[in-house]
């Protein structure tokens, strides 16, 4: 099995696999934009940055409203129009109907909305769905089979708890909503990863929210993993090498394998000065979950956080996010799927 990993990585991971697309026009980036696939075009819309200024300059953070299309690989992204209003940090899902759009914040507020973003004679239309049970921004999701599975979070900007919530939507019934779910056998978590490989949902990592000595929120940085398998419920997962929080999601599945790529260590968040951070882990872990085994990190040519990955012809596409804290990029990767 280790040989079959090894080469998985060898696929997955080569610097050479990856290539370039036209970066989004803006020439910061964003970290957590919506992204998806909507009439067979790749889609961007919303996402935060700091435009003006740095974080440790006393920049803000704004959130941002833009819808970005590719019609194809080979293509310049076009301005496609805008979201209802601001988001970002919520959770698209590719849908045949279009792109659907979950939770989410703005500079304010976390949002319970749901909504469709889908084309009509070329013209952006946008359809109303079930609100989740609660706000939620800071969490991770996917579509598996008929059902669209939700996990982690956070549900107001100042919550000093991250949400411990598994909801599910079923696709064949939405008009019922959102359903709650049991949740996995760990601690709430906000900005974790997610996988699906067909038939089961994949919770990594993540951060937990508390109180300190002095009053202040802190995260504690997970390496838990569990596997919610529909028929059974959770099962926990052997321990991570290392935290990968607001990595690349949904993580890739291919071959039998899931690839967590990059995220957040924790290791260097207090570090100074931070203009100088060197980045997030380029690393990735991989997981058999036929072996129930962890193989070994392996080199990965990128640094990047709060970054989601979508499935478009035939290639995996990373967009966009954070290289290191306080610092995003409009670089978007395609890696074609063996």
Same mark, same amino acid.
């Given at each position: 099995?280790?040989?079959?990993?090894?080469?998985?990585?060898?696929?997955?991971?080569?610097?050479?696999?990856?290539?370039?697309?036209?970066?989004?026009?803006?020439?910061?980036?964003?970290?957590?934009?919506?992204?998806?696939?909507?009439?067979?075009?790749?889609?961007?819309?919303?996402?935060?940055?700091?435009?003006?200024?740095?974080?440790?300059?006393?920049?803000?953070?704004?959130?941002?409203?833009?819808?970005?299309?590719?019609?194809?690989?080979?293509?310049?992204?076009?301005?496609?129009?805008?979201?209802?209003?601001?988001?970002?940090? *919520?959770?698209?899902?590719?849908?045949?109907?279009?792109?659907?759009?979950?939770?989410?914040?703005?500079?304010?507020?976390?949002?319970?909305?749901?909504?469709?973003?889908?084309?009509?004679?070329?013209?952006?239309?946008?359809?109303?769905?079930?609100?989740?049970?609660?706000?939620?921004?800071?969490?991770?999701?996917?579509?598996?089979?008929?059902?669209?599975?939700?996990?982690?979070?956070?549900?107001?900007?100042?919550?000093?708890?991250?949400?411990?919530?598994?909801?599910?939507?079923?696709?064949?019934?939405?008009?019922?909503?959102?359903?709650?779910?049991?949740?996995?056998?760990?601690?709430?978590?906000?900005?974790?990863?997610?996988?699906?490989?067909?038939?089961?949902?994949?919770?990594?990592?993540?951060?937990?929210?508390?109180?300190?000595?002095?009053?202040?929120?802190?995260?504690?940085?997970?390496?838990?993993?569990?596997?919610?398998?529909?028929?059974?419920?959770?099962?926990?997962?052997?321990?991570?090498?290392?935290?990968?929080?607001?990595?690349?999601?949904?993580?890739?599945?291919?071959? *039998?394998?899931?690839?967590?790529?990059?995220?957040?260590?924790?290791?260097?968040?207090?570090?100074?000065?931070?203009?100088?951070?060197?980045?997030?882990?380029?690393?990735?872990?991989?997981?058999?979950?036929?072996?129930?085994?962890?193989?070994?990190?392996?080199?990965?040519?990128?640094?990047?956080?709060?970054?989601?990955?979508?499935?478009?012809?035939?290639?995996?596409?990373?967009?966009?996010?954070?290289?290191?804290?306080?610092?995003?990029?409009?670089?978007?990767?395609?890696?074609?799927?063996?």
């Amino acid at each position: 099995m280790l040989t079959l990993l090894a080469s998985m990585a060898c696929l997955v991971l080569q610097q050479e696999g990856w290539e370039k697309l036209a970066p989004l026009p803006d020439k910061e980036g964003f970290a957590s934009p919506f992204a998806g696939v909507m009439d067979g075009k790749l889609v961007v819309a919303g996402g935060a940055n700091f435009p003006d200024k740095k974080p440790w300059e006393g920049g803000i953070k704004v959130w941002h409203d833009s819808i970005f299309m590719l019609d194809n690989p080979g293509a310049d992204w076009k301005n496609a129009g805008k979201l209802p209003k601001p988001l970002a940090y *919520g959770v698209g899902v590719s849908l045949k109907e279009g792109m659907l759009c979950i939770g989410g914040s703005d500079s304010k507020k976390h949002y319970a909305d749901c909504f469709l973003v889908a084309l009509d004679n070329n013209h952006l239309k946008f359809k109303a769905y079930p609100s989740l049970p609660k706000p939620c921004a800071n969490m991770c999701g996917a579509k598996i089979g008929d059902m669209v599975y939700l996990a982690g979070g956070t549900e107001a900007p100042d919550s000093l708890k991250a949400l411990h919530n598994f909801w599910c939507l079923n696709l064949n019934d939405v008009k019922a909503g959102w359903k709650v779910l049991e949740p996995w056998p760990g601690l709430g978590r906000m900005l974790p990863v997610c996988a699906g490989d067909g038939e089961n949902f994949y919770l990594f990592s993540g951060a937990a929210l508390s109180l300190n000595a002095t009053g202040k929120i802190e995260r504690t940085y997970l390496s838990d993993a569990f596997v919610f398998k529909p028929k059974v419920g959770w099962k926990k997962l052997p321990i991570m090498s290392r935290p990968c929080v607001a990595a690349a999601s949904p993580a890739i599945f291919s071959k *039998g394998v899931i690839q967590l790529l990059s995220g957040d260590d924790g290791k260097l968040v207090n570090f100074e000065p931070k203009q100088k951070h060197p980045g997030f882990p380029n690393s990735a872990m991989q997981y058999d979950p036929e072996s129930n085994s962890w193989g070994k990190d392996l080199p990965f040519h990128l640094s990047r956080a709060t970054v989601p990955l979508v499935s478009w012809k035939g290639s995996i596409i990373l967009i966009s996010g954070e290289i290191s804290p306080g610092i995003r990029t409009p670089e978007i990767w395609s890696m074609r799927l063996p």
